[in-house]
């Protein structure tokens, strides 16, 4: 059962196995005072200094169903890979958390935030996100970085038909990291395969419907 009307998480209801997790997991949320307040880091006009990634997936099967297997979705659903391990969301829309497995979690609509483990090679922090719209006349999704992660930037699903009757999604990316250790990181290799991790997931799911 989902908590409603609280700022801030239930932190007994978050798996957390790992001390090493847990450490990060306070780190990055313990000065979150309110998650309703939790900023959005939008791209500026000069992409200069941002990475692009343009990552493309085919599925042979009609727009309006593919549209709705990403749509009409439970967020715990849609981020289970192990690369990016689901934790929480946040509604900004009715101010309630959902954790994993919650049979009262909506499914996935704008203002709905949702949080995972960067787990690449060991667990290397946190990352959120918020959905800023889900366009059913473009066929789009577009999410943001939350502040006060390792990125900032956008993500962009669109969903185009094709002439054979199948469906394209294109995902681009656009992505910056905020301190020097994460400039370190191979980061458009691994993301990658977060990409593909999350995206290959969702055929799975697509094939046995």
């Known amino acids: 059962m989902y908590t409603s009307h609280r700022p ?8 957390l196995s790992d001390e ?11 000065p979150v ?6 900023r959005t880091l939008h791209l500026p ?11 493309r997936f085919d599925y042979p099967a009609d727009i309006n169903s593919v549209w709705l297997h990403y749509t009409q979705r439970k967020p715990h659903e849609i981020w289970s890979g192990s690369l990016t391990p689901y934790l929480f969301t946040h509604s900004k829309k009715n101010r309630c958390f959902y954790y ?17 483990l960067i787990n690449i090679v060991f667990p290397l922090g ?27 930037g956008t993500q962009r699903l669109e969903f185009v038909e094709q002439v054979n009757g199948g469906t394209r999604i294109i995902h681009t990316s656009y992505y910056r990291p905020e301190n020097l250790l994460v400039w ?9 395969k977060t990409i593909n991790e999350f995206h ?6 697509f094939s046995n419907r």
């Open 33 to 38: 005072k309110d998650f309703g307040t939790l």
């Open 100 to 116: 994993p497995d919650d049979p009262e979690a909506p499914e996935i609509h704008a203002g709905m935030q949702f949080f995972c």
């Open 126 to 152: 946190l990352v959120g996100m918020e959905i800023l719209e889900i366009n059913a006349e473009k066929y789009t999704i577009e999410f943001a970085y939350i502040e006060g992660g390792l990125y900032r």
């Open 20 to 30: 090493k997790v847990k450490k990060l997991f306070h780190k990055r949320l313990n």
């Open 45 to 55: 006009d000069d992409l200069a200094s941002y990475a692009r990634q343009v990552d």
């Open 8 to 15: 801030t998480p239930d932190i007994s209801r978050i798996p």
């Open 184 to 192: 370190l990181i191979p980061y458009k290799f691994f993301h990658k």
């Open 200 to 205: 290959q997931g969702m055929k799975n799911k």
